[in-house]
C-alpha cells in the first residue's frame, strides 16, 4: 500500500531586529519567532500543529531563510561549488580506489609505494582496498574493474 503524502508547509524565516520571525504563507496568520534559525523549524512545527489541531509530526516544515537579493546569490552559489566539489570528491575517491587496486594487484607495488605514487598515506591506499574488495571488485589489468573477482594475490602491504 503506498503511503499518503505528507503536506509541506513554507516556513519563510526573515530578521527582525536579533530574531527570526517566522511566517507560513500556506496558512494565513500562522505567525512566530525564533532566536535562532536552528529553532524556527521546531517553532513553526508547533505554531502549525495549534493553529491546525493536528500532531506537529503529521507534516513537513521546509524552511525558507529570506535574505537581501546579493547574499541569496552568493549562498546559491557556495551551495552549488560546495555540491559540485562533493560529486568531483566521490569521483576522485572512485578513481584513487580504482588505480590503488591496479598499482598492488597489477603492477604488484607494495601499499606504502602506490600511496607515494598517488601522494596518499599508506593507510589511506590500504582503506581504498578494502573497500573496493567489499565490493567485490579487482582491476583486470586494463583499468577496467571485474566485479566478483577473488584476491589472486596476498596482501602487499609490505
Known amino acids: 500500500m503506498e503511503a499518503m503524502k505528507r503536506k509541506t508547509y513554507t516556513a519563510r524565516c526573515q530578521r ?79 578513481a584513487s580506489a580504482q588505480v590503488a587496486a591496479d598499482l598492488v594487484h597489477t603492477a604488484h607495488l607494495t601499499v606504502r609505494d602506490a600511496g607515494r605514487v598517488l601522494g596518499l598515506s599508506h593507510q589511506r591506499i590500504t582503506q581504498l582496498l578494502k573497500a573496493a574488495s567489499a565490493k567485490g571488485e579487482r582491476s583486470n589489468g586494463l583499468g577496467t574493474r571485474v566485479a566478483g573477482a577473488g584476491r589472486s594475490q596476498g596482501d602487499r602491504s609490505a
Open 16 to 94: 527582525s531586529g536579533d530574531w527570526w520571525a517566522i511566517s507560513v504563507p500556506e496558512l494565513r496568520g500562522v505567525h512566530t519567532q525564533a532566536r535562532r534559525l536552528e529553532k524556527a523549524e521546531a517553532t513553526v512545527r508547533d505554531a502549525i500543529a495549534l493553529f491546525l489541531d493536528v500532531p506537529s509530526d503529521s507534516f513537513e516544515v521546509r524552511i525558507e531563510p529570506v535574505l537581501p537579493r546579493d547574499l541569496q546569490g552568493k549562498v546559491g552559489r557556495a551551495r552549488k561549488v560546495r555540491g559540485q566539489a562533493e560529486v568531483l570528491q566521490r569521483e576522485a575517491a572512485i
